[in-house]
């Protein structure tokens, strides 16, 4: 059997990959770091998070908790990994990122079925299953081929990175740990509170800062669910405190009161040497970066163990050009996973990558592939990928308000959801069992 060869060893491509080697498919991982690196990437490492360590909720009644249940359902690789690199982190799953990605490429390396290719795939085989998943950060000749292959058609956005800090250079008289409705004192996240007129000096920091410029031939195509602060902080003086620094749920132990906004911190490692911003992406240049985050109380005499930084993310206009399965019209056997399809977010590149895979495993053993049902998480997500395009499509993020409620005509926004979540997981479960051919237990 001919191994499948899958471009791109973020998430979505070590997902896929692991769906077929789990039905004894072989496969063949093309990764080109680390003799080309990303402006984003800083390993060779499979699956390494460039962005927040954090994999959002783990409750199963928010839509990102969802989403990962079913893809545990799904016999998950990276969800694996990520319980056992987990960190503290609230109702969050967080992971020691370099534990996590080091952890997915040693299983993948042992895997006999999984051949790991350190190179830059520069061209699209004909007639080859082939799955690319080469992320937001596809390389230019990778994306010209694909350019060539579809025709315009390809979009992007910028998406910006959060710092980080080092914890010992914290402030620790005027910041407080707590997560958001826990008890003061206790949890995972460090909170820098301000009083409103602290804020408002912060505003002000924020919006007089300099910005990366964009080269000549870039246009600025921001995602509305992933915002640099001085974006936000530019739309109104208020849009931040009522976004990511919003202190609902968390009080001041030095004025027992809820602070006016706060900034907070989430652990990077799982002995919390180091703390990365929450919600705080930017462009600003590094050295502003220095001088605007040093106003934070707390950060007066921060170390940054890495600055924000902007890079440009491109994804394909799937509606208009990928079929309910995420492959050309015009190529049946190259399929696509993963942010470059126009999912946002790890858990759904993780979902999109993982039915992929079982997509070209149905194929494969003879088996009439399925996208699963729009009553479940993971097929309303990827349902948006094929809806009849629009004049702008924008990259998808998990959210109830994708699932189908045909059927459920209770209007308790409460109980609707527990209904809503109930029968996504019983009919995910019926959908895997229809897919499961193959399976090597």
Not at 18 to 37: D, G, S, T
């Amino acid at each position: 059997m001919k191994p499948v060869k899958v471009i791109g060893g973020g998430l979505a491509g070590c997902e896929a990959a692991w769906q077929l080697a789990r039905r004894n498919i072989p496969v063949q991982i093309h990764e080109m770091r680390p003799q080309k690196m990303t402006p984003a990437h800083r390993t060779g490492q499979l699956s390494e998070l460039v962005c927040s360590n954090s994999l959002k909720s783990v409750r199963i009644n928010r839509a990102h908790g969802l989403l990962k249940e079913e893809i545990r359902m799904a016999g998950s690789l990276l969800l694996d990994a990520a319980d056992e690199c987990s960190i503290p982190g609230g109702t969050a799953l967080v992971v020691d990122r370099a534990r996590f990605a080091a952890l997915i490429t040693s299983r993948l390396e042992a895997n006999p079925l999984v051949e790991i290719i350190r190179d830059e795939v520069k061209e699209l085989e004909p007639g080859e299953y082939t799955i690319v998943s080469a992320g937001p950060l596809v390389s230019d000749t990778l994306a010209g081929e694909i350019e060539k292959l579809l025709g315009s058609g390809s979009l992007s956005f910028y998406d910006a990175i959060a710092p980080t800090v080092d914890a010992e250079s914290l402030n620790r008289e005027k910041v407080f740990v707590q997560d958001r409705y826990g008890d003061p004192g206790e949890g995972s996240y460090i909170n820098c509170p301000f009083d409103k007129e602290e804020y408002k000096s912060f505003i002000e920091a924020i919006k007089s800062g300099r910005t990366v410029p964009l080269h000549s031939f870039e246009g600025e195509q921001l995602f509305e669910a992933c915002l640099p602060i001085e974006v936000l902080a530019s739309r109104g003086d208020q849009t931040l405190a009522f976004g990511p620094m919003r202190p609902v749920g968390l009080t001041d132990p030095r004025t027992g009161t809820r602070p006016y906004a706060v900034v907070q911190l989430r652990p990077e490692n799982m002995e919390k040497t180091q703390y990365s911003f929450v919600g705080f992406q930017t462009k600003l240049t590094h050295p502003e970066q220095e001088r605007v985050f040093r106003t934070i109380p707390g950060l007066e005499k921060a170390t940054f163990e890495r600055l924000g930084s902007i890079h440009r993310n491109t994804f394909l206009d799937s509606p208009r050009l990928l079929d309910e399965f995420q492959r050309p019209r015009k190529a049946p056997h190259l399929f696509f996973s993963g942010q470059i399809c126009g999912v946002e977010g790890y858990t759904e590149s993780m979902a999109s990558g993982a039915m992929t895979g079982i997509y070209v495993s149905s194929l494969i053993l003879g088996v009439e592939p399925a996208p699963p049902p729009a009553t479940t998480m993971t097929g309303a997500l990827l349902k948006q990928l094929t809806i009849p395009p629009r004049r702008t499509f924008q990259p998808v993020n998990a959210q109830f308000g994708l699932l189908s409620t045909e059927g459920i005509s209770e209007r308790n926004k409460k109980k609707k959801r527990e209904l809503l979540t109930h029968r996504a997981i019983e009919h995910m479960s019926s959908y895997l069992s229809q897919t499961g051919i193959g399976i090597d237990s």
